[in-house]
Nanobody, 124 residues
Framework: QVQLVESDGGVVQAGGSLRLSCAAS????????MAWFRQGPGKEREFVAH????????MYGDSVRGRFAISRDNDKNTVNLQMNSLKPEDTAVYYC?????????????????WGQGTQVTVSS
């Protein structure tokens, strides 16, 4: 069993930056591939970023590539999402997720554990 707790989000102006963290409980954190998803108002939940268990491999959604960076610290059982050049369309609830097995990184069904979500609001 893994429990995921995201850090508080917040309100930031367009063009600004924000860093989200997700703390994981449980053992063998490095055996889980981790991801961030988000759900904007009136939208379906979408893939944001993924990182392999080792941290060597990352993938990003098209809308955030080049602006966001995912990282992990397996000693501290945390995964982070650095968000730069934020846009109003980045406004969403952001979710941390963990998968204990392989699969398509964008497929939400492949993730076994989810955080409660944290609100990020980007003002124009």
């Amino acid at each position: 069993q893994v429990q995921l707790v995201e850090s508080d989000g917040g309100v930031v102006q367009a063009g600004g930056s924000l860093r989200l963290s997700c703390a994981a409980s449980g053992r063998n954190f490095n055996s889980y591939r981790m991801a961030w998803f988000r759900q904007g108002p009136g939208k379906e939940r979408e893939f944001v970023a993924h990182i392999s268990g080792s941290g060597y491999s990352t993938m990003y959604g098209d809308s955030v590539r080049g602006r966001f960076a995912i990282s992990r610290d397996n000693d501290k059982n945390t995964v982070n999402l650095q968000m730069n050049s934020l846009k109003p369309e980045d406004t969403a609830v952001y979710y941390c997720a963990a998968a204990g097995s392989g699969g398509i990184v964008r497929d939400q069904r492949k993730y076994d554990y989810w955080g409660q979500g944290t609100q990020v609001t980007v003002s124009s």
